[in-house]
C-alpha cells in the first residue's frame, strides 16, 4: 500500500494538469482551428504535434486528457498518439532533468 501511496503522491499533479490542459483545450479552442491545423489531413500534421509535444512537461497518464479532448476536436489517431508520444519520450524540460541527475550521478560514482 506504501507503493501505491508514492506512486499517486508522485503523479497526481500531472494527471489534474493534464485534466487542466485537457479541459481548456475542449472547451476553449475552436474546433476549426483544430481542423485546420492538426485534422487537416495534410503531411505536417504529425510532424506539428511531435513539436508542440515537446516542451510540454508531463507524462504518460497527464497527457491522456488532452489526447481524449483532440480526439474528440476531430485530430487523426495516429497524430494525438505522435503528440502522446513526443510529450513522453521527448519532452524538452525530462531531457534537462535527465540530464543533470547523470550529470550528479557522475560526479558522485567512484571511478
Known sequence: MTEVRE????????????IGVGAVFHGYVPEDWVTRNLASGSWYDVPAAVLLGIPLY????????VAEAML??????GTTLA??????ALSLP???TL???ESEAKAVSPR
Request: a positive charge.
Open 7 to 18: 506512486i499517486v503522491g508522485r503523479i497526481w499533479k500531472w494527471v489534474f494538469l493534464g
Open 99 to 101: 540530464t543533470a541527475m
Open 72 to 77: 474528440g476536436k476531430g485530430v487523426a489517431l
Open 83 to 88: 503528440l502522446m508520444m513526443s510529450v513522453a
Open 94 to 96: 525530462e531531457m534537462l
Open 58 to 65: 508531463s507524462n504518460a497518464t497527464g497527457i491522456i486528457p
